[in-house]
């Protein structure tokens, strides 16, 4: 059972990722990779505080962190016209030293034995079942983060961010300032990729300065996965699905692993294969709509 | 082809559920074997001795491979994964966990599972928050533990090529474990009068890039117990073959690929030793009564085409001694 419920966790906390990668990539169709910079930024600001004594002050301030980390490559795109991706790179280079400088130059900071959000939550209800605690907690963050995500995406701010991803010079053209959107947005997909981040450092009793390693990738294999999942559009259903998305990635790795079937060097085949074929889905169903229609023509 | 994908989850979720629900009665009912599961982060030559060391002595104190099983699993350096192998681990409820290095140790420690883990080179145990004592482990783990002897390695450089005043320090700041040594390096020779110029990367592509920039500068360089300037270990010692300085390393490895001297366990033996713990609780020893081992026996090896190279000579007494790779 440890490992479904972890399954599920590890996908609730990705999926906070998932989240921030769902706004840059799908709503400002922008690739954005200060993930791989951002979400260690959340970690390290995390397990700083944590280890402090103060690890519920340390998940805000990671989010803040993130957030000008976002602002910081927004900057970069817009004012300074660098190309997204390099602005990415620059900001996610630059936040290594950053990291450790959080970090203590340190590059690993052990959260083992002291309170983190998980042993406080424990202490108080102990008679829950740690790992179904666990599990409500970051439900409770997943949840509570769609839901923001979903109302601020609603108001008037929101609508002008969604149309600046849509049609940049339409947008333009009615007088809003795309270049506070742009920023807006991209602070915010980095503010919940830090969240999950510092989620991560509590979670997992440790914050290492490598644990950004990739992370992009996850996100981006969530966000896609989650598209299988047949909603209705809207924006409340697309940050659903992103969620989703994250858990049913992590459910694919459990699988793997699981099975014996494949040496330990294959792991990573394996997921890159879960990527490969959940992108190759929508050709099929394209392949396949045009099939129907072809028979139905004869 | 809604109704596929549907279908396809469900399918995904329910055989999820129900191979880690009724996943761990099938392991162990197979046979009667052990279960050990190993993790490990990434893979480096350092780490795979160190697996193979330890399976290798396992065999070899007389569990056959009908009585003890392992099961090897490596993240592949995506830590995301970490957590998920570790979860596994439990679920499949092993007898026995072997972890290679820090991160691995404190993810399974951090799981607060019953499974006992022995960990193999973690460089600093009370650090890392995986037991507040070496001699007493109070987490339900214990093991190995490869710190480098500092002060026996920079008596070694001194006695091999006398008057070096001046150390390069290349490492690489992502690894708690070299980073750990090179503050004891520092230490060291704060205390002892020599002085040190740091050059630090953050991934290969800036190894030889920094390795130069030390040219010059310093009389010798030291490399601590760092995987990435191991694995780019052959152009670090070309760059200073050619500018004659040598290269003091910290384990086997890094000597057979170019650097000239080093004071040594090798990774194998580290491995073998953490076997030896694994077996002492097989055999009935709670992990708390097995003190972590700081591991202390170490040879000299040294490289003779770099010492050639370099042109120096060595004295009877280290010829008789030493360990010579080509």
Known sequence: ?298 | MKKISVLLILVLILTTMSLSLFGCNNASSQDDALQVGIIQLLDNGAFEDMREGFIAQMRSHGYSETQLDFDYRNAQGDMSNLNAICQEMVNSQKDLIVTIATPPTQAFVNMESDIPVIFISVSNPVGAGIMTDLNFPDKNATGTSNAIPIDEMFKLSQRLTPGMETYGLLYNTSEINSVTTINQAKEYMDTNGLSYEEAVVTNSSEVQQAAQSLVGRVDALFIPNDSMIQSAMPQVSEIAKEAKIPVYGSSAVMVASGAFATISISDTEIGQLSADMAHQHLQGTPIEQIPAVVVSSFTTVINQTTADALGIELTEDILTNAVFLD
């Open chain 1, 1 to 298: 059972m440890t490992l479904f419920l972890g399954s599920l966790q590890l996908g609730l906390i990705y999926g906070l990722l998932a989240l921030g990668i769902y706004i840059t990539f799908k709503i400002m169709h922008i690739p954005d990779l200060t993930a791989d910079g951002s979400f260690t930024l959340g970690l390290a600001v995390s397990a700083v505080l944590a280890s402090a004594g103060y690890p519920v002050v340390g998940i805000f301030l990671a989010v803040l962190a993130g957030a000008l980390a976002g602002a910081t490559t927004g900057f970069l795109q817009t004012k300074i016209a660098i190309h997204p991706i390099l602005s990415g790179i620059i900001t996610m280079s630059g936040l290594y030293s950053i990291n450790l400088y959080v970090m203590g130059a340190r590059s690993n900071i052990t959260l083992i034995g002291t309170p983190t959000l998980f042993s406080m939550a424990r202490s108080r209800f102990d008679f829950v079942d740690f790992n179904l605690l666990r599990l409500v907690i970051l439900l409770f963050f997943a949840l509570g983060l769609w839901g923001a995500l979903t109302w601020f995406f609603k108001t008037h701010l929101g609508l002008s961010i969604r149309a600046t991803g849509d049609n940049e010079a339409m947008v333009k053209s009615s007088s809003i300032n795309i270049t506070a959107t742009k920023i807006i947005a991209i602070s915010l997909a980095n503010a919940c990729i830090a969240l999950s981040g510092a989620i991560v450092a509590q979670y997992q009793g440790f914050a290492d300065i490598s644990s950004g390693v990739g992370i992009m990738v996850i996100g981006l294999a969530s966000v896609i996965i989650g598209e299988l999942i047949p909603l209705r559009k809207g924006v409340a259903n697309g940050f659903l699905t992103a969620i989703l998305g994250s858990i049913l990635y992590r459910l694919m790795i459990a699988l793997a692993l699981q099975s014996n079937l494949f040496p330990a060097y294959a792991l990573k085949l394996i997921s890159a294969l879960i990527v490969g074929i959940a992108l190759s889905l929508p050709a099929l169903r394209h392949y396949l709509a045009f099939r129907k229609i072809r028979k139905e023509s004869v």
